[in-house]
Each structure stands twice: as structure tokens, then as C-alpha cells.
């Protein structure tokens, strides 16, 4: 029988919800767990890392990898991603975090790792770029005009948004539903989560998930 797979979606910037950051260290193999970070470099990284880390560490994950994102992965980034038993996308650039992941090896890896029971965890830009449809509002991106692109695939047939109290997500989240003939959307608040097994959603924390059907 294939391993359940699992999947944390965080609307705004980490640390995790006390919940689901004792599930993700669960299914990531509780003490024997090694996580990846997959973040882009900026003034501060090492300091932000920790807010990452805090509530896993707290439930018992020592072990933590930081893996930069560039247009050409150092050697060997890929050896050590498939070393890792979770995986957490930041935030930051949506556009960047894209095209670095979408589409190339990495993403093919992390696909292979979802699929095997390796749980990924994504915050604000890390969530857009995993279903399907990577949907990014204008308030989001370089162009400021509402971009739909490729995503990763871990999930269809539905649209996330970020941030969705705080950038007014409604009205943009309605369109893309209808542009992309899409069943369901999510509009996760900064403090709350979704969590999904096997591609259906299992339970919400924090604040506020709002679903349009």
C-alpha cells in the first residue's frame, strides 16, 4: 500500500501553527526527521530561519538542511533534498520561487518526495506555486496584472490564494475560479493553515480559511 501524502498550506509568513507543526514533525519521522528549507537569499536569511524552525524544533526535529534557490542549483543541492524527510517552501518572490522549482529538476524531485509520503510545507509563495494552476494576484508580481502559470501539481481542480484578508483576495480569487473553470477555492488568512491527505483537505488551523465553491 502507498504511503498517505501530505500537504500544509500556510497563508501568511512562519512560524507554523502549534497543530500542524506536530503533525508535519510526525509524518516527517519525528526525531529522525531532516527538513529542507528551500528559500531565496536576502540581507537576514540565517536570522529569519529560526522563525522556520521554532515550533518544529520544540516538537523534537533537530535536524534541518538550508537549500537556496538560483537558476542553476549548486551540485549537490538535489543529492541532499532526496536525503530529507520534509520539505518546507518559503516565501518571498512568488515569480522567483516559480521558476526556480516549476519545472525543473528540483520540482520533478519534490514531486517524486510528495508522492513517496515526504511532506511539504509551503508559506504565502511556497503555497502558490504547488497546485495545478499557479495563480498570482496582482499585488504579487512585477507585471501587477493577475498571472496564470504552470504550478507544481500537487493539487487541481482548485484555486489558493494567500494572504487573502489583507490583500483583498475576493474578487481576485472569484475570477480565477471562473477563468479556470476550477470547482473549489481557498483563500487562507496570514495566521491560519490547510492541511491536505491525499489531496483532500483534512483539517484548517488559525484564523480564518474561506472556501468558494
Not at 536569511?45 to 534557490?69: A, I, T
Not at 504579487?140 to 482548485?158: A, E, M, R, V
Request: proline fraction near 4%; charge should be negative; include cysteine.
Amino acid at each position: 500500500m502507498s504511503k498517505k501524502r501530505h500537504l500544509f498550506l500556510f497563508g501568511g509568513n512562519p512560524p507554523f501553527c502549534e497543530n500542524f507543526g506536530e503533525r508535519f514533525t510526525e509524518v516527517a519521522g519525528k526525531r529522525e526527521a531532516k527538513v529542507a528549507i528551500l528559500f531565496l537569499e536576502r540581507d537576514g536569511w540565517e536570522d529569519y530561519m529560526s522563525k522556520y524552525k521554532s515550533v518544529l524544533r520544540s516538537k523534537g526535529v533537530n535536524q534541518f538542511v538550508y537549500l537556496p534557490l538560483g537558476p542553476e542549483p549548486k551540485d549537490d543541492v538535489l543529492d541532499v533534498l532526496s536525503s530529507c524527510t520534509g520539505i518546507i517552501i518559503g516565501g518571498g518572490e512568488t515569480e522567483r520561487y516559480r521558476e526556480y522549482i516549476v519545472d525543473t529538476e528540483m520540482g520533478e524531485l519534490i514531486k517524486q518526495l510528495y508522492h513517496q509520503g515526504v511532506p511539504i510545507a509551503g508559506f504565502s509563495a511556497g503555497v502558490l506555486i504547488i497546485p495545478e494552476n499557479c495563480v498570482i494576484p496582482p499585488i504579487d508580481n512585477s507585471q501587477n496584472k493577475h498571472l496564470f502559470l504552470q504550478g507544481l501539481g500537487l493539487i487541481s481542480d482548485c484555486v489558493v490564494s494567500v494572504h487573502y484578508t489583507k490583500w483583498k483576495e475576493e474578487e481576485n480569487l472569484k475570477a480565477a475560479l471562473k477563468k479556470l473553470k476550477s470547482n473549489i477555492g481557498y483563500g487562507i488568512d496570514d495566521e491560519a493553515a490547510l492541511y491536505f491527505v491525499n489531496e483532500l483537505v483534512s483539517e484548517t488551523e488559525g484564523e480564518k480559511v474561506h472556501t468558494l465553491i
